[in-house]
């Protein structure tokens, strides 16, 4: 099973901007879909972006559609995630996940290995 890494989170005032990054510390994740997913304290996880393994198309909620942009480099097996225009509702636990090559899903329950997530906070 693919082990997932993310990195890149912080601090950031509103309107700033963030790159996190999702690697795989072990195996390869080229034929898997890939999910964003986040969980604010007291809060529960909420997916809000997905990246097909075939073509790289992409699905956002209409909370961050617009703002964020995710990509994957394949040669460097890693998952983009472009953060613009952060909001300090934003504050978050960010994690990215595996799920099988079947589309692209929101759902958290779609996805079967996780990375042990990045705090992000957004605040003035």
């Known amino acids: 099973q693919v082990q997932l890494v993310e990195s890149g989170g912080g601090l950031v005032q509103p309107g700033g901007s963030l790159r996190l990054s999702c690697s795989a510390s072990?195996?390869?994740?080229?034929?898997?879909?890939i999910g964003w997913v986040r969980q604010a304290p007291g809060k529960e996880r909420e997916g809000f972006g997905s990246?097909?393994?075939?073509?790289?198309?992409?699905i956002y909620t209409n909370s961050v559609r617009g703002r964020f942009t995710i990509s994957r480099n394949y040669a460097e097996n890693t998952v983009y995630l472009q953060m613009n225009d952060l909001r300090p509702e934003y504050t978050a636990t960010y994690y990215c996940?595996?799920?099988?090559?079947?589309?692209?899903?929101?759902?958290?329950?779609?996805?079967?290995?996780w990375g042990q997530g990045t705090q992000v906070t957004v605040t003035s």
């Open positions: 996940s595996a799920g099988p090559p079947l589309g692209l899903s929101f759902r958290a329950s779609f996805y079967k290995s």
């Open positions: 072990r195996g390869t994740f080229d034929d898997l879909t």
């Open positions: 990246v097909s393994s075939s073509d790289g198309s992409t």
